[in-house]
């Protein structure tokens, strides 16, 4: 049974998890409701999701902070922009009623240093906020306030000991082929963890972690814990949110989801195939790894679809994480022979 009671550690709960290169991490991604909600409609929603995965060994939650994001691209969004409630907020309440830790997004771009210290202070004391995801600017060309890398330097100067996690774009890595210098520059700036964008080109997310677990291991660095995003894709207005939002979405692929008789049951074998090619590339690179399943919009049957994803990637994660366990036994066995 979910623990009703609330987390009130000091600490986040998760720096000891990951730690732990042989077990997998794994989360649930959902987005706070719209602002226009009524609180005690906010309560049913949270009831509704934590009903949903109560029957599932998950590790938190994800609560994202969604911006509108029009500057990243000329294409009008698939679904309009809505503001929603404090992610901080949302996060609390997931947290009393899971008794789970909860990792929270932070768009920085409109922030002023002094506001995200203040913003800092109170989603410690007042969210009990311990686990955070710095996002910052979705296109170069924004004017920003607080660069991410001033939010960094401004929340390794805050008193609060927040867990501090970032972003994995497989596809800037594709772009421009330095993600993974970003990623060591991003723990150099106090990252324990990332957590990459929604996984539909395989071959992408496979060159990045690839990249970086080499560079970590030529540089004497610890690579750190990176969860995988996948999310179920039931129709075509869905697969054009997914390409809005930046996600890489091969021209196969494409054509696979929308032509199938089924394309949410398509789309779910996809992520499933992509996760065992990913696992099999880097399995010989120790990196730890975990996943984060999410349903990138309210239909309720692409949710329901995102629940039934969770647990086939889980178990294929925890399969190869358990023959990767063997075989360092027998080769640990063979070198003591």
Known sequence: ???????????????????????????????????????????TIADRLVNRIKDL??????VYDIQDEVSRTKKPRPFPFKSTHDPRYYSSLLNKKTGRPVITYKSVVQSETDAFDEWLNEAWHEYQVR??????????????????????QA?????????TGGIMIAERHAKKGNEHERLIEKYQQGCNFFISQAIYDTQATIDILTRYAIECKQDGIKPQRILLTFSPCGSAKTLEFIEWLGVSVPEATSLRI????????????????????????????????????????????????????????RASMDSHLAKHEFRMLQKNTITAL
Do not use: W
């Open 1 to 43: 049974m979910i623990n009703q009671d609330l987390v009130t550690n000091t600490e986040s709960e998760l720096r000891v998890r990951y730690n732990d290169i042989t077990r997998g991490v794994y989360f649930i991604g959902t987005t706070p409701p719209k602002t226009n909600t009524p609180l005690d409609e906010v309560e």
């Open 131 to 152: 686990d955070i995801v710095l996002v910052g600017s979705p296109s170069a060309k924004n004017e920003v306030s607080l660069p991410l890398s001033a939010a960094y």
């Open 155 to 163: 929340l390794a100067e805050n008193k609060n000991n927040f867990f």
């Open 258 to 313: 929308l032509n199938a008789t089924n394309p949410l049951h398509e789309s779910i074998k996809m992520c499933c195939n992509s996760l065992n090619q990913i696992l099999d590339a880097v399995v010989e690179y120790d990196l730890p790894l975990g996943l984060n399943i999410e349903s990138l919009t309210n239909r309720k049957e692409e949710i329901d679809g995102s629940i039934l994803l969770y647990k086939l990637l």
């Open 57 to 62: 060994a998950i590790d938190g939650l994800i």
